[in-house]
């Protein structure tokens, strides 16, 4: 079964640095795209990044650049979304998806199961 | 403000039929670009539902399509069932910022 196996809930404090987890099983991690998408508490889903595992290419939304890193381990199937400031802004349930190309346009699944972050002072 | 639109949310009785609908630009949709839909159960991750236009992942009924039209595109559930209220989201890719991106999301309520 293709999963995506996020890492736990984090609670941290404004200027602190972060990064959580995404680990791919199920399927050959090296060779599909991985997303992160946040979605703020009530609010939608909004695409920050991908990473290609296979040879670390990453590309950022204009919102989000800059203000995270994405990076992955293809030997330890696993990606990453860090900041290295937090803010109380990014107050967030982020998810990991797998990438598909699409006939046109990419679409994503599986899902991990989503990381909380709260930063609160 | 999301870059694909969404009404905020819809409502439909058991056994009913409701459309959610997802409106785009020329630099998204109206580019040619397919549209996904994806449902969020309440406290959940997202799930693919419809891909490439109106194409259904294994284990999706038939009860749920999908189609497109210049820079709109809607969602379609038909037989309404109290298991079906979830947020629904419409995603597609955008060349001017050359990334996915999402609607706003649509809240359905079984009533």
């Known amino acids: 079964e293709v999963q995506l196996v996020q890492s736990g809930a984090e609670v941290k404090k404004p200027g602190e640095s972060l990064k959580i987890s995404c680990k791919g099983l199920?399927?050959?991690?090296?060779?599909?795209?991985i997303a992160w998408v946040r979605q703020m508490p009530g609010k939608g889903l909004e695409w920050m990044g991908i990473i290609h595992p296979g040879d670390s290419e990453t590309r950022y939304s204009p919102s989000f650049r800059g203000q995270v890193t994405i990076s992955a381990d293809k030997s330890t199937t696993t990606a990453y979304l860090q900041w290295s400031s937090l803010k109380a802004s990014d107050t967030a349930k982020y998810f990991c998806?797998?990438?598909?190309?699409?006939?046109?346009?990419?679409?994503?699944?599986?899902w991990g199961q989503g990381s909380l972050v709260t930063v609160s002072s | 403000q999301s870059v694909l639109t969404q009404p905020p949310s819809v409502s439909g009785a058991p056994g009913q039929r409701v459309t959610i609908s997802c409106t785009g630009s020329s630099s998204n949709t109206g580019a040619g670009y397919d549209v996904h839909w994806y449902q969020q159960l309440p406290g959940t991750a997202p799930k693919l539902l419809i891909y490439g236009d109106n194409n259904r992942p294994s284990g999706v009924p038939d009860r749920f399509s999908a189609s497109k039209s210049g820079t709109s595109a809607s969602l379609a559930i038909t037989g309404l069932q109290a298991e079906d209220e979830a947020d629904y989201y419409c995603q597609s890719y955008d060349r001017s910022l050359s990334g996915s991106v999402f609607g706003g999301g649509t809240k359905l309520t079984v009533l």
């Open positions: 199920g399927y050959n991690f090296p060779s599909y795209w």
């Open positions: 998806a797998r990438r598909f190309r699409g006939s046109t346009s990419p679409y994503f699944d599986p």
